[in-house]
Each structure stands twice: as C-alpha cells, then as structure tokens.
C-alpha cells in the first residue's frame, strides 16, 4: 500500500515540476488538450516542442508499463463506438471548457486562475453526477 502512495506522490511532484519547468523556461501551460490542439494550429517552431511533451508523456507511461504493469489494471472491455463517442465527448468538453483537467486542475489552479476554479469545481460535479446515475441510477459497473 505505502509503495502505491509513494508511486502517487512521485508522479504528482513530476508532473508539478514539469509544468513550472515548462511555465519558466517557456511561459507556456502544461494544459494537455492546449498543447495538442497547438500541434495542428502552430508553425513549425512551436510543433517541435508541443511534439516533445507530448511523446515523453505517451513514452514515460510505456516505461512505467513495463517496469508495473500491475499499476495499470485489467482492460476495460469497451466497444470501439462507445470508446470513441467518448474521445469525441471529452473533446468537445475542452474546447467548451477552454481546456482540460490538466490546464485548469494544475495549471490554472496554481495561477490562482478563477475561470480554472469554476471549471475544476464543474468537472467534479459533473463527474460526481455521472458516477452515482451509472451506478446507483442505471446499475452499471466497471
């Protein structure tokens, strides 16, 4: 259990240090859906660096897979459409909400941000709501 913890507390401190790190030497914000939407709006410059981010993200969870797989659990068994209904759905979600979990809930925040605080705030509602009505209304599990 306290390794579990531990894994937590050292995953929340690089992902707090890589946003000041990047916020310092950039000035730009470790907003995810920020950055990925940068990839397809941006000149070349601005690409390599948003590229960078975003591949050590997908590569640190690879060596994290391997080093414990155990930390990731059983697949969910989802069908393509619901799994893409639902990539569509977050989606749509950070474009309304100006961002996404990592921008406000992080970044912003630490900014002191009163749009993230009234976004954060909305995410966990929402999310609140969804998890008791699939659960406790419709009678879905996981």
Do not use: D, K, N
């Not at 970044?107 to 976004?119: E, I, K, N, P, Q």
Request: positive net charge; proline residues 1%.
């Amino acid at each position: 259990m306290w390794q579990g913890l531990m894994f937590g507390l050292v995953g929340g401190l690089i992902i707090g240090l890589s946003t000041v790190v990047l916020l310092l030497t950039s000035g730009r914000i470790a907003g995810i859906s920020g950055i990925v939407a940068g990839l397809f709006q941006s000149e070349a410059a601005e690409r390599s660096w948003r590229a960078l981010f975003l591949i050590g993200m997908v590569v640190g969870g690879l060596v994290m897979y391997l080093i414990r797989p155990e930390f990731f659990g059983a697949p969910l068994e989802r069908s393509t459409v619901v799994v893409v209904t639902a990539g569509l759905l977050v989606g749509f979600g950070t474009r309304l909400g100006s961002g996404c979990t990592s921008g406000h809930g992080i970044c912003g925040l630490s900014r002191l941000s009163v749009r993230s605080l009234v976004a954060v705030l909305s995410f966990m509602a929402a999310g609140i709501v969804t998890v008791y009505v699939t659960h406790h209304v419709w009678g879905w599990s996981v």
